[in-house]
T-cell receptor, first 110, second 118 residues
Framework: TQLLEQSPQFLSIQEGENLTVYCNSS?????LQWYRQEPGEGPVLLVT?????EVKKLKRLTFQFGDARKDSSLHITAAQPGDTGLYLC??????????FGGGTRLMVKP | GAVVSQHPSWVICKSGTSVKIECRSL??????MFWYRQFPKQSLMLMAT?????????EQGVEKDKFLINHASLTLSTLTVTSAHPEDSSFYIC??????????????FGPGTRLTVL
C-alpha cells in the first residue's frame, strides 16, 4: 500500500509569515499533485510535478518534487488570509488513481 | 475549463433508505470516473474506479453491494448508497478523467455531495 504522510496536520500563522508543508512517502510515484480544498467543495488542482528535483512556482507558492520522486514540499511566502484552506498532496499511481495525503489545514490570521 | 457537477449537493435521508448521487462531466467525455469519501477533518479516500460500460473496481474494504456504481455513459456515473446508515454520513466527491487528449493524469473534481443519514 502506497501511503503519503503530510506534515504538519494543522498550521495557524499570522498574515505575512512563510510556511512549508511536507508530503513524504516510502514509494515512488510517477507524478505528484497538490490540491487546495475549501469547506464544502471539491479539491482544486494547484500543480502537478513530474520530474525528480522539479520546482514549480505559482505566484507566492513554490512546489518541489524530491530527486527520488518520493517526497514533495509546498512553500508559501508571505501568507495571506485568502490562503486559508485544506492543502492536499496526492500521488498518481497506475491507472491514474490518486492516493491522497492526510492534508494540512492552514489558517492565516489577519 | 473542464467542469464536473454533482447532484444533489446535499441530501438527508432516513436510516435504511437508498440514496443516488449523480456525477456528470459537463463539457467533456470521461472514460473513467472516480468516487471518493471524505469524513470530517479527514482527507479523501478513494472508494472505487468507474469505467464506462464495465463494472467498477472497488478499493479494499469498500462493500460493492452497498455502494453501487453505474457508469452508463461517457458523461454520467452514479453512486447509490443502499440501506444507508448513520455511519455512511460523509462527503462524497467524484472526479473524472477526460477522454483522449491532454494530460492523462488530470482529474477534474466535482463539488461534492454531503450525505447525512438520520
Amino acid at each position: 500500500t502506497q501511503l503519503l504522510e503530510q506534515s504538519p496536520q494543522f498550521l495557524s500563522i499570522q498574515e505575512g509569515e512563510n510556511l512549508t508543508v511536507y508530503c513524504n512517502s516510502s514509494s515512488v510515484f510517477s507524478s505528484l499533485q497538490w490540491y487546495r480544498q475549501e469547506p464544502g467543495e471539491g479539491p482544486v488542482l494547484l500543480v502537478t510535478v513530474v520530474t525528480g528535483g522539479e520546482v514549480k512556482k505559482l505566484k507566492r507558492l513554490t512546489f518541489q518534487f524530491g530527486d527520488a520522486r518520493k517526497d514533495s514540499s509546498l512553500h508559501i511566502t508571505a501568507a495571506q488570509p485568502g490562503d486559508t484552506g485544506l492543502y492536499l498532496c496526492a500521488g498518481v499511481r497506475a491507472g491514474n488513481m490518486l492516493t491522497f495525503g492526510g492534508g494540512t489545514r492552514l489558517m492565516v490570521k489577519p | 475549463g473542464a467542469v464536473v457537477s454533482q447532484h444533489p449537493s446535499w441530501v438527508i435521508c432516513k436510516s435504511g433508505t437508498s440514496v443516488k448521487i449523480e456525477c456528470r462531466s459537463l463539457d467533456f467525455q470521461a472514460t473513467t470516473m472516480f468516487w471518493y469519501r471524505q469524513f470530517p477533518k479527514q482527507s479523501l479516500m478513494l472508494m472505487a474506479t468507474s469505467n464506462e460500460g464495465s463494472k467498477a473496481t472497488y478499493e479494499q474494504g469498500v462493500e460493492k453491494d452497498k455502494f453501487l456504481i453505474n457508469h452508463a455513459s461517457l458523461t454520467l456515473s452514479t453512486l447509490t448508497v443502499t440501506s444507508a446508515h448513520p455511519e455512511d454520513s460523509s462527503f462524497y466527491i467524484c472526479s473524472a478523467n477526460p477522454r483522449g487528449g491532454g494530460r492523462t493524469d488530470t482529474q477534474y473534481f466535482g463539488p461534492g455531495t454531503r450525505l447525512t443519514v438520520l
